[in-house]
């Protein structure tokens, strides 16, 4: 930086000569500027040990703030099941407003992977999807245990958001049946699976607090993938599907009815009076009072009321829909039957740790197959693992 200073006795003379006005103090002019140049190099102080850091490394810093990362991995029950994308030609259902417009929903769940199942003596087999993913495997210029130095071992691992998609299992709230549903879907198999699994699609959800991403100076999106085809036995990558990313206003009607459903406002033992409306896919709630943001703190009332988007408990949803099972069961086989039946909406959700499992003996995407986090069915007694269960 560099400044200079002038006493300018002219100009005060001149000031001076103006009319009325006779200055004491003498003139003066300054003039400041800095400038800065980045010179490739660094000091000899940060000079490497070892071969491969022989000479040092510069790194570049973000610009005290520049970068404003938003993190949409880090609260994986911020997610929630999508509703079906609007305007869009791959959506011919979606304007639909029956069963229909869910019925080419396929099965994905979204997790993060308790690091207690990742010991094959606990959670069973491991495999490419299912093992904790080290710093140094996707970063491999992070620091390591054997090189010591500032910031995260190479060795701790990273906090993946895991998905998993499985376009051939009917999703939650899709009631196609074995024909089809007109020139929208492609029907059932025999064995309560999806045809056509090429036409199927399957979504997660969140809201964003940041929503001016010019202002908040975010530019893009940027994740690492795991190759989706690792040890697929030759599984090409020709027909793979297509992830797409949507930012902008998202309907938050899931279930497209209309209606805002919120399962605290459904019937319960301590209030049984709370009123309901039907809807082609169960029943929402009509209470006109305001409701607290949270289930009843009675375990009664919240295996009444933690039910599914839908409104309705497994037997509820057999009632309901009678007349689907119907149509559904000379077509299948028992045992795919006996599946649906229990579960008809196919929203039921299974804690990881649960006894169904077999322990070890159940690999872990199969048990993650039933956890559907966010507003869907996740009843008290089943969050918490087996020593705490009461």
Do not use: C
Not at 62 to 78: I, K, M
Not at 267 to 274: A, E, I, T, V, Y
Not at 331 to 351: E, G, H
């Amino acid at each position: 930086m560099a400044m200079i200073r002038l006493i300018i006795k002219f100009l005060t003379r001149l000031v001076d000569k103006l009319p009325f006005i006779q200055t004491k103090e003498p003139s003066k002019i300054s003039f400041a500027a800095e400038t800065a140049v980045m010179k490739p190099g660094h000091a000899s102080a940060i000079d490497g040990s070892t071969t491969q850091n022989q000479g040092g490394v510069v790194y570049l810093d973000d610009f005290e703030g520049s970068s404003s990362p938003f993190s949409l991995t880090s609260q994986t029950n911020a997610w929630q099941i999508s509703s079906v994308p609007q305007k869009h030609p791959l959506w011919r259902e979606a304007s639909d407003t029956t069963i229909v417009s869910g019925a080419n929903r396929a099965l994905l769940n979204w997790y993060r992977i308790d690091a207690y199942l990742q010991d094959p003596t606990i959670g069973g087999p491991v495999s490419d999807y299912t093992a904790s993913i080290p710093q140094g495997e996707v970063f491999p210029n992070k620091t390591s245990n054997s090189n010591p130095g500032f910031g995260i071992s190479s060795n701790y691992p990273l906090y993946t958001f895991d998905l998993s998609y499985y376009p051939k299992e009917r999703g939650p709230y899709n009631y196609d049946e074995p024909n089809g549903l007109g020139v929208f879907t492609k029907g059932l198999s025999n064995t309560g699976g999806l045809n056509a699994p090429e036409t199927r699609w399957a979504g997660i959800q969140r809201g964003m607090t940041t929503t001016d991403f010019e202002a908040a100076n975010i530019e893009y999106i940027d994740f690492w993938m795991l190759d989706p085809f690792r040890g697929a036995n030759g599984a090409s990558q020709d027909n793979a599907g297509q992830l797409l990313i949507h930012l902008g206003e998202i309907s938050e009607d899931i279930l497209k009815d209309g209606r805002k459903s919120y399962e605290n406002g459904l019937p319960s033992p301590s209030n049984p009076g709370l009123r309901t409306d039907p809807t082609v896919w169960g029943r929402v709630p009509r209470t006109e009072i305001p409701l607290p943001n949270s289930f009843s703190a009675d375990d009664n009332d919240r295996i009444a009321q933690d039910i599914g988007l839908d409104g309705l408990n497994d037997g509820d949803e057999r009632d309901f829909k009678s007349q689907w099972l119907a149509k559904i069961q000379p077509r299948l086989t028992a045992q795919a039957y006996a599946k649906i039946l229990a579960d008809p909406s196919n929203d039921d959700f299974v804690y990881y740790t649960d006894s169904s499992y077999n322990g070890a003996q159940t690999d872990i995407l199969q048990k993650y197959r039933k956890f559907i986090t966010g507003p869907v069915n996740t009843k008290l007694y089943q969050v918490l693992p087996p020593g705490l269960r009461q």
